[in-house]
């Protein structure tokens, strides 16, 4: 709205900023919960280039963070890039972001925990300690189960942060069929995907698995990794995966599978939670429809740390999933169950409490199709008070709304 195209092409003037700084100003007055922004590489528009705030300077996000200080209950959160806060630099631009906020809580995005990584995950984590001591609010975000994205050529999200694809990846369809049949062109975006580069662990095409496809002469496939795939047809796993994925139309949907976590994993991933300076969180709430399942984390949670292999008190897991959100948002009687509250009740049967398996549900406008999980053990919910689940299914009832910051937080 300031900048139109130049917002994809420079940093902004001072004047600009300001401008922003009025428009976000208006956005919070009208009930906004806070300011988020992004330097991450994995956010590009829908012609591949860096969206606006990838162009922003320090001194942008510095001055938008301070228009928070009027207006109570907000709160921010920001992607410094792919890894997390792992320097001083980083640490200390967070830090700074939370004090020209006046101390506001900033979680940055987005934390996964395993056994193998948990002492790189501790060092993450340093970024709050950092901003504890000069009076900033720093958390890491953690989602309590992998990332298993599926991604697909078709959109190229995720796919065009490999460096130097996104010039491929988002060309017209055709276009981008014709470049990625090429044996050249293959070799180069090969040669380049197996890079020193952040996504590097994802060019092994080899360890893949194909999820879904549309072509039925690739039926066979659903369910394989690509490694067993190309030993099947005698050729180089990225082969195989682009000739699946041509003969789907490109829209394939491959990654790498959710492989079951380990006791291990798990008590390192309680660890973490239990530590001040990271939260439970990035459901991504469908956001990424066809691209991300971590929608069901709850119930996995419930099932699986807590029931399987008793790490966690049942109480203890809800508690960490919604009172200390609550408390540290500032949301007003919402997180706990007491007199007065927000009736926001779940009836669950713990020894059943799980998720089902997630599948590819064709039930949006033009027989698009999203990413979908039922759960077993969940019999009643309430929103308000009033159920709107009901021995297990969904009722009609519609009684939440939006939540203003000022009004609902503080």
Same mark, same amino acid.
């Given at each position: ?39 991450? %590489? ?23 963070? #301070? ?26 631009? =967070? ?19 395993? &056994? ?20 900033? %609010? ?13 991604? #697909? ?49 994802? &060019?092994?095409?080899?360890?893949? %698995? ?91 949670? =419930? ?18 999933? %919604? ?31 799980? #998720? ?19 759960? #077993? ?34």
């Amino acid at each position: 709205m300031v900048m139109s195209d130049d917002a994809v092409q420079r940093e902004a003037t001072e004047a600009e900023v300001a401008a922003m700084a009025e428009l976000l100003r208006a956005g919070l007055a009208a009930g906004a919960m806070g300011f988020s922004s992004t330097w991450s %590489t994995t956010h590009n528009d829908a012609e591949g280039r860096p969206v606006p705030s990838r162009h922003a300077a320090r001194s942008e996000l510095i001055q938008l963070c #301070s228009v928070l200080v009027d207006f109570p209950g907000t709160g921010l959160e920001f992607l410094p890039g792919i890894g997390g806060p792992v320097d001083e630099e980083s640490r200390q631009l =967070l830090t700074d972001m939370s004090l020209a906020a006046g101390g506001r809580q900033l979680n940055w995005n987005v934390m996964q925990v395993t &056994a193998g990584n948990v002492d790189e995950c501790l060092l993450k984590l340093e970024a709050g300690t950092h901003a504890a001591e000069r009076g900033a %609010t720093v958390v890491a975000l953690t989602v309590p189960t992998l990332i298993a994205a599926r991604l #697909s050529f078709a959109s190229g999200f995720v796919l065009d942060a490999i460096p130097g694809w996104a010039d491929v990846m988002f060309l017209p369809r055709e276009e981008k069929k014709r470049i990625l049949a090429d044996p050249a062109q293959r070799k180069r975006l090969d040669d380049l995907a197996q890079g020193d580069h952040p996504l590097r662990r994802l &060019a092994n095409w080899g360890a893949l %698995t194909i999820f879904d496809t549309v072509n039925p002469v690739n039926a066979r496939f659903d369910g394989r990794t690509v490694a067993h795939i190309a030993a099947e047809l005698g050729c180089d796993p990225f082969d195989a995966l682009l000739d699946i994925a041509i003969a789907d139309d490109l829209q394939t949907s491959f990654g790498r599978a959710d492989v079951p976590a380990s006791r291990e994993d798990w008590e390192a991933r309680v660890g973490i939670w239990r530590d001040g300076r990271a939260v439970i969180g990035a459901s991504d709430a469908g956001a990424h429809l066809d691209l991300l399942a971590t929608f069901n984390y709850p119930t996995r949670v =419930l099932a699986e740390p807590v029931r399987q292999h008793g790490l966690l008190e049942l109480e203890e897991a809800v508690h960490l999933m %919604t009172a200390v959100q609550a408390d540290l948002y500032g949301l007003v009687d919402r997180g706990r169950l007491h007199v007065g509250a927000h009736a926001d009740v779940l009836l669950i049967d713990e020894s059943a409490v799980d #998720s089902d398996p997630v599948t590819m549900r064709p039930d949006l406008p033009g027989g698009a199709a999203r990413l979908y999980a039922g759960a #077993s053990g969940i019999d009643e919910v309430l929103v308000a008070g009033v159920a709107v689940v009901e021995a297990g299914t969904f009722t009609r009832a519609r009684p939440g709304r939006v939540l203003r910051s000022g009004t609902d937080s503080r």
